[in-house]
């Protein structure tokens, strides 16, 4: 059961709000010592779904949806060379955008640093500072996009003495 804590409005400073209307009274509701452990001791999103209840799915959106078919492209660029060459710094990584990237998507970019790790070609796990660079293009440009993204990665690969630079897609609808 909550505990209800009362003011009286003559205890109020002079004028204050309350201190106007001597009959109002201001309550303070503190939590239960129960409820004052799971804020504390749970994590909010599991401390707001009660005992044993899962998730509700989210509604649909109302209404259509504005935008367009895109697709999105995410690049993920280490930084460690498997050659024991040195790091590739943001100086080089910034003009390899400039020079390769830029070129090929002057409408825009987003460059993101990072921290990963994979299992390299000789099975050891390297973890490396690192950059995703996302792409955004119509859907209907695809074919010449995805050669496009293949010569940035192998530019990359090559530059920079990488096994690899990931690639992830999806299809997304966007509006600008």
Do not use: C
Not at 16 to 21: E, G, I, K, L, V
Not at 96 to 118: A, K, S, Y
Request: no cysteine; aromatic share 8%; charged share 30%.
């Amino acid at each position: 059961m909550p505990l209800l804590f009362r003011t009286a409005a003559a205890s109020e400073p002079a004028g204050s709000p309350d201190s106007r209307h001597p009959r109002r009274r201001t309550a303070l509701v503190a939590a239960t010592a129960g409820l004052a452990v799971l804020a504390v001791g749970t994590p909010v999103a599991y401390a707001t779904l009660g005992s044993g209840a899962s998730p509700e799915p989210r509604p649909a959106v109302a209404g259509a949806v504005r935008g367009k078919d895109y697709i999105e492209t995410r690049l993920l660029f280490g930084t460690e060379r498997p050659d024991g060459g040195p790091e590739v710094t943001d100086r080089q990584f910034l003009a390899f955008i400039d020079e390769e990237v830029t070129p090929r998507f002057p409408n825009g970019l987003t460059i993101q640093d990072g921290r990963g790790q994979w299992r390299d070609s000789h099975g050891v796990i390297e973890r490396e500072r690192s950059y995703e660079l996302t792409l955004l293009y119509p859907a209907s440009e695809a074919r010449l996009r995805g050669r496009q993204i293949e010569r940035i990665r192998d530019a990359y690969e090559k530059e920079y003495a990488q096994d690899s630079v990931g690639r992830l897609e999806e299809r997304v609808t966007a509006d600008f």
